[in-house]
């Protein structure tokens, strides 16, 4: 059964959220819609590297974040609700060098006012780069 507010939710509908935003900036795509989850990928390139040629932390964190606070988009009513990070927290566990990596954001918790998010990020063999947990507000609008 899909967690997602709109049941026909596709991928070409979140393309137009990263327009002109840090994410169209380091080149994240989406990838996949799942039942529960959602993932994208990220190039590790010149735009993404840290001063010795891997993968900058900070890149996973945006990844991460950008995955987990759409999904968490995805999971709300927009007319009654908004969403915002909290937290975000990530151990970073093998370098990359090259090649695109991937996040695929489940969910922990999805509660009336905060979203938990796992996400994981892997490289092209599959391996294991970054395991991020982001902490999400769900708003209430005043309009």
């Not at 970073?92 to 996040?103: A, C, K, M, P, Q």
């Amino acid at each position: 059964m899909s967690i997602w507010f709109n049941k026909e939710i596709t991928l070409d509908a979140l393309h137009p959220l990263g327009h002109q935003t840090m994410g169209e900036w380091l080149g994240i795509e989406w990838t996949v819609i799942g039942e529960d989850s959602l993932q994208a990928r990220m190039p590790v390139d010149h735009r993404t590297h840290q001063p010795y040629g891997l993968l900058h932390g900070g890149a996973s964190c945006v990844l991460a974040e950008t995955i987990g606070s759409v999904a968490s988009a995805m999971v709300i009513d927009h007319a009654k609700f908004f969403c915002v990070g909290l937290e975000i927290n990530a151990n970073h566990l093998r370098g990359v060098r090259e090649g695109y990596v991937t996040g695929t954001a489940t969910p922990l918790h999805l509660g009336a006012s905060t979203h938990v998010w796992d996400i994981r990020i892997k490289d092209e063999k599959g391996k294991l780069v970054c395991v991020s947990r982001l902490t999400v507000a769900v708003m209430p609008r005043k309009d």
